[in-house]
Each structure stands twice: as C-alpha cells, then as structure tokens.
C-alpha cells in the first residue's frame, strides 16, 4: 500500500474533493439543468455582427507573451491581433479534446441501459460537445484565421488514447482539457477588453461545461475507487502524458508570424514566460488538487506535469 502527503492511496473515503453522489440522480439533476440552460450558437450568436477592430482577442493576460519584453515592444495592433489568434488556437486545440472526449463518452455508455439518466445525459454532453466543436471553428471563420490544430504528429499519436481510454483515465483526461479552458473563459467573458464573440462564445462554454465537468469529477471518483496499483500507475503515466499535450498545444507556433513577430523569437520568450507559466499553473490548480485527492497524481509522473507548467 503506497501512501502520499500522509493518506493511503487505498483510502476512499470521500472528502470535500472526492464525494460523489448517486449516479442515476446526479444525471437526472444534470438532465434538467441542460434542459433549462442549453444554448444553440448558431441561434444564440449573431454572426453577421461586424468585429471590432480595437478589442483583444482574449483577456491579454493569458497571451503567451504577455509579460515579456516582447510584449512591451509590441504595437497595440500587435497586441490585438495575437490575442485573436492565440484564441482560435486554443479553441483549436478545445475542438481536437472535444473529438476525442465525444469517441470516448460513446465507447462509455455502449453497453449501458439507454433508459438510464446516466446514459441519457452522456448522449446530452456529445450533443454539447457536438455544438461546441461547431461554435469554437465558426468563431475563428468569423475572425478570418486559419484552423489551428495541434501538430498531425500529436493527432496522429492520440489516436490509440481516443481508441482506448477508459475509466478514470478518460475522465480525467477530460478534466485537464476542460477545466483550463474553463478557467480562461470565466475570465474572458467578463473582460470588456474582449471581442464581443470571444464573450459570447465563452459564456455559452462555461454555463454548459460546468455540468461537463461535475459529470467528469464524480466518473472520475467511482472509476479510481476500484484501480490496482498497476493500474493506478498506468493512469498516472498516461494522464500526464495527456495532460502535457493538451496544455502544450494550446499555442500554435504559427500563431507569432500571424502578428508580425520573429517567430524564433517569440517562441523563446514564450516558452521562458514565468508569467504564462504561472497563469497555466492557476488554470490547472483545481484540476490538480482534485485529481491528486484521487490518487490519479503522483509519484514519477509528476516530471512531465512540471515540464509543461501544470505543477
């Protein structure tokens, strides 16, 4: 029985991080919520409205560059037009996970009784994820750049995950993606300094996603209450893994020429920025503290989570 900071990883008993209800009520509570609170982007947005040419992208305090002396010397167009497409890379990136989460969910739910709640609002969260994938690649149309995805080398290895990936696995891998992107668009929907799309498309996002991820986090309990230690390893293994690529292809590389920049140049500062490196470590501390509860982080695997910022 191995221990960490002072608990057994064999002890579930359920704390403030780790409780999860019954799971047919919790889907039934989650079924009537998406019924009272789900949104139509192609309704809900209106995407003929003309883009303002003096608003960030994103709040420019999660910009990559933001911080550096880089980000000083730049023009304030600069500055607007990086904001804008570091925001369709990360929705690049949000649409690649969202493909991913959806071939997972399917594989999930494919011998569960369809008359469940359960299964019922797993079906409701693909028809979400379906409508988010649309909204974050209509919303970089809108902004006139390119479709940003993670390199085809990443695509391509994750393609075994997607095939794979269950339990405690899947949904964790889920929360990584989602509550970041999360965390981003809580702030980017308030920010007046933010393009009214950015805004919209955010708050559509975080009202849905919340039922996403409470769905995620009690999964997660139930599958990582059962899990050998062989088990557990391989998750830690592999969630870090997953957890690196995920936060590491939010900033397409592409997206520095985009602006007018040296991209060797800002790829240097970016990638030495304390100050992004902090921001990430804040999007990520929820996912971390709850997923270290769990058990599901820990030991060796945390090296890859420290190379990518994460901790």
Partial sequence: MSVEHGRSTNDRRPSR??????????????????????????????????????????????????GTPMWDEMTHQQRITLTIHEAASIAGTGIWFEMILMQMLVRDIYFHDPSTAHVQFALTEIADECRHSTMFARSAAKFGVPSYRPKTWIRTAARPFKATATGSLAYGGTLFAEEILDMMQREFMRDTRVQPLTRTVSRIHVVEEARHIRFAREETVRRAANITRFQQARVRFVLAVTAYFVVTSLVNKNVYAAAGLDAEAAIHAAKNNVHYHDMVRRGCANTVEFLTEVGLIGGRSTMLLRRAHII
């Fill in 17 to 66: 991080l780790t409780r999860a209800g019954d799971r047919q009520e919790t889907a039934s509570k989650l079924l009537a919520s998406a019924a009272r609170t789900s949104y139509d982007p192609l309704i809900e947005i209106d995407w003929e409205a003309p883009v303002p040419g003096d608003l960030y992208g994103m709040s420019p305090e999660w910009c990559s560059l933001y």
